[in-house]
């Protein structure tokens, strides 16, 4: 199960647009040497470092993970390990990252946006800034 592990590294990070070099110094205590032999299933790393390549690539910890977990024979990790890992874009990798960072208030308030929830007086704010972007450009 290791080749598994190291499919979904290699994917990652070519999806990521990384050499093996920029994705180890990336990774603390791994060297491009040790991503190699990860990609071709002849090294396990371990669970920390998968999780700092999870989050240098871009894709989730859990695909790294349950691919990993999937060799010890858990059942549900091989359901998930099965080829999932999610692509994300540059936008929704810094949104993942500020969201991390967020306090939780910060945290639910995204979420309400998010979910197409208008904050309290959003709309208000918005009518407010474009009647004065209107009156800025009235007067030019």
Known sequence: MAKKIGELIRQ????????????????????????????????ELSQTA????????????????????????????????SGTSVKVTAAEKKLLELYRKADADTKKEAVRVLSGKQAEGLGDLMSSLL???????SKK
């Open 12 to 43: 990652a990070r070519t999806d990521a647009g990384l050499t093996q070099e920029q994705l180890a110094k990336k990774v603390d205590g791994v060297t491009a040497s040790d991503i190699s032999k990860a990609e071709r299933g002849e090294k």
């Open 50 to 81: 998968l999780k700092q390549i999870a989050k240098a690539t871009g894709v989730t910890q859990a695909s790294l993970l349950d691919a990993a977990k999937a060799k010890t024979g858990s059942s549900a990790a091989k359901k998930t390990a």
């Open 131 to 137: 009647d004065g972007a209107l009156d800025l450009i």
